[in-house]
């Protein structure tokens, strides 16, 4: 450094520097094309990447199995037949979400069989629950395909076959008075069955204080289309001839259409023994017979006769053995002759002269 004069010190570093720079350029735009090539190719893994785990996360195609249950399922709901007359009402079943101590109820509504539906069920050996459980809220206001759709203030179905069981049941509405008095305003005869053979409403002779709409389903608007009282009791009294009677507390109904019939073919399910224990030894309700016995809401807003008709009805196929043979004890066959012990005639003693 001494032997370098003063001006030119510092450029032999300088130059140095430049070089290094001027190479450290050239090299870098050497390895540019390099540079690049890798980049593409990362760009096309990571491509490739998050296509692979789009496809994962699609929806496996289903088998051969489950297509086949789809649609199965789809054959069964293309057979449900809507009704307005079959109310399915729904309940509420408590559930826990979340885990440990952040656990909460939630209330999940549940959808319960209709009576029509479990009148269908046990026809073919099915759960009406199991059946409700798996199509859910499909279920609601339905009927089984196969099974007439109720149609409300037909009167008369002349093309069903009524059979030796009749299901029935009445709607009253309030007439006042100190008793606050009930006259007939609805009647609904169901067969073995459970299907429809007569319904009407009926025009009350008397003043009408009390619709009672909220449980009797009776509004006045249906008085228009309603029938005379004389016309529908002679019409009942003709189906009713000859035949069992099915019902809940039936002597009410048969008071409000002033008929009678015979005790022994009367099977009322607020008097079976059977059904006692559901109540405390008490005359149980039909809605927590149904509720109990059947696992169906009934009742549960406006009352459909109909509807009670088909769950009195199914209430006795249920238990139609036990009824029979309450009702033979309560009231026994008498025959004459036959196995039937004679007494002997005693012989006159003849007068000896």
Not at 187 to 208: A, C, I, L, M
Request: glycine fraction near 8%; aromatic fraction near 6%; charged fraction near 30%.
């Amino acid at each position: 450094m001494e032997n370098i004069p003063q001006k030119n010190r510092g450029r032999p570093l300088f130059n140095t520097i430049c070089r290094v720079q001027v190479c450290s350029r050239l090299d870098l735009h050497e390895m540019a094309p390099e540079f690049s090539s890798n980049w593409k190719k990362l760009q096309a893994t990571l491509k490739q990447e998050s296509k692979s785990s789009a496809d994962r996360k699609r929806k496996v195609a289903p088998s051969e199995r489950t297509q086949n249950s789809i649609s199965k399922r789809r054959r069964l709901e293309g057979g449900l037949v809507k009704t307005p007359t079959s109310p399915l009402q729904r309940g509420t079943k408590k559930i826990k979400m979340g885990s440990g101590s952040s656990s909460e109820n939630v209330e999940v509504t549940e959808p319960a069989p209709s009576a029509s539906l479990a009148l269908w069920a046990e026809d073919n050996d099915i759960s009406a629950r199991d059946l409700a459980d798996a199509y859910g809220g499909d279920l609601t206001d339905i009927t089984i395909q196969g099974a007439k759709a109720d149609k409300i203030n037909k009167g008369l179905s002349e093309d069903v076959e009524i059979g030796k069981y009749v299901g029935i049941d009445c709607e009253m509405v309030g007439v006042g008075g100190e008793e606050d008095r009930s006259v007939l305003a609805r009647v609904s005869v169901v067969n073995f069955h459970g299907t429809q053979v007569y319904d009407s409403f009926v025009r009350p002779k008397e003043f009408v204080t009390d619709w009672r709409t909220h449980v009797s389903g009776v509004a006045p608007k249906h008085m228009t289309a309603a029938r005379e009282f004389e016309e529908v009791q002679e019409t009942i009294a003709t189906i009713l001839k000859d035949r069992v009677i099915v019902g809940h507390a039936v002597r009410n109904d048969l008071d409000a259409m002033m008929l009678g019939h015979p005790k022994r073919d009367i099977r009322d399910t607020s008097k079976f023994s059977g059904f006692r224990k559901y109540s405390a030894g008490k005359t149980p309700s039909l809605k927590k017979l149904a509720k109990e016995v059947l696992g169906v809401e009934i009742q549960g807003g406006e009352h459909s006769s109909i509807e009670d008709a088909r769950a009195a009805m199914l209430l006795f196929r249920r238990r139609k053995s036990a009824f029979d043979i309450e009702n033979a004890q309560r009231f026994p066959v008498r025959t004459n002759g036959g196995g039937s012990k004679s007494t002997p005639k005693k012989k006159k003693k003849k007068n000896k002269r």
